[in-house]
């Protein structure tokens, strides 16, 4: 059972390049989302899909966009990355209704440089 | 805008001691609360759920709730320096489908 699934694991980026972080659950759960943890911050929701379909901006969305492929896959989206968003990126996803928790992925390490 | 607050620390404790956790929200309709467990370069892994007020056991760890109070807190008896981490606080509201985390706080156990 592999819960919540991202790649890549670790990434380098020059300023400006563009890359897509891939997202997959195979827990059937309706809601997905993409945090972003900085040192002393803790961690910041930058979009979130509720079910299939749907999407919506969370905390620190700017300089980012997002697809609900399907049930399974979230994927997050860099256009033109910035030295600011060197962080790491978690994938997490909720079955939904009252009581359900977070799942998260292992986490994406992105250096922009 | 909602918010958990914690003491982000570090909290030191020795070996066999009781360490206490605490986080405060804003949100007096929040419905659910969690604790996860992050170690360093580690993602978070959820140790504790509650939803009503009082207490809840789960082995060495203890959540307790004051929705009054809008305090939840953590305690974990017989500290092992394998507790050492960054304990994060959650907060879900009505719609069950969105959680606020705090920003955590660091726990450390000496020998």
């Known amino acids: 059972n592999a819960g919540v699934t991202q790649t890549p694991k670790f990434q380098v980026l020059k300023t400006g390049q563009s890359m897509t972080l891939q997202c997959a659950q195979d827990?059937?759960?309706?809601?997905m989302y993409w945090y972003r943890q900085d040192p002393g911050m803790g961690l910041r929701l930058i979009y979130y899909?509720?079910?299939?379909?749907?999407?919506d901006k969370g905390e620190v969305p700017n300089g980012y966009n997002v697809s609900r492929l399907n049930k399974r896959e979230f994927s997050l989206r860099l256009e033109s990355a910035a030295p600011s968003q060197t962080s790491v990126y978690f994938c997490?996803?909720?079955?939904?209704?009252?009581?359900?928790?977070?799942?998260f992925g292992e986490g994406s390490w992105l250096t922009v440089v | 805008q909602k918010e958990v607050e914690q003491n982000s620390g570090p909290l030191s404790v020795p070996e066999g001691a009781i360490a206490s956790l605490n986080c405060t929200y804003s949100?007096?309709?929040?419905?659910?609360f969690f604790w996860y467990r992050q170690y360093s370069g580690k993602s978070p892994e959820l140790i504790m759920s509650?939803?009503?007020?009082g207490d809840k056991e789960d082995g060495r760890f203890t959540a307790q709730l004051n929705k009054a109070s809008q305090y939840v807190s953590l305690l974990i008896r017989d500290s092992q320096p394998s507790d050492s981490a960054t304990y994060l606080c959650?907060?879900?509201?009505?719609?069950?489908?969105?959680?606020?985390f705090g920003g955590g706080t660091r726990l450390m156990v000496k020998p």
């Open positions: 949100d007096r309709g929040s419905q659910s």
């Open positions: 997490a996803s909720l079955k939904g209704g009252t009581g359900n928790t977070i799942y």
């Open positions: 827990m059937n759960h309706n809601s």
């Open positions: 959650a907060v879900g509201g009505n719609a069950g489908n969105m959680l606020t």
């Open positions: 899909s509720a079910s299939e379909g749907t999407t």
């Open positions: 509650i939803y009503s007020n």
